[in-house]
């Protein structure tokens, strides 16, 4: 059987989160586990002993996500 290709993940750390979030003015990092405590934002996973890492493409989604509610998509 051929091995399925899967698209590489982009890996971001918590900072690239909090930038892209809030844009000119990066969330704190209380909002930010408040809207991942929320299901606004994904959860991380680990890579390595206190490294978390976040999935760029899953961070981007929940954003368009919560633009798709605020216009009722």
Do not use: C, W
Request: overall charge positive; hydrophobic content about 40%.
């Amino acid at each position: 059987m051929p091995a399925v290709q899967k698209s590489p993940i982009d890996l971001i750390d918590e900072g690239t989160v909090r930038r892209i979030v809030g844009g000119t003015k990066p969330i704190s990092k209380p909002t930010m586990y408040r809207m991942i405590a929320a299901g606004r934002l994904p959860r991380g996973v680990f890579i390595g002993p206190n490294i978390r890492r976040y999935s760029r493409q899953e961070v981007e989604a929940a954003i368009h996500a919560l633009f798709a509610a605020r216009d009722g998509k």
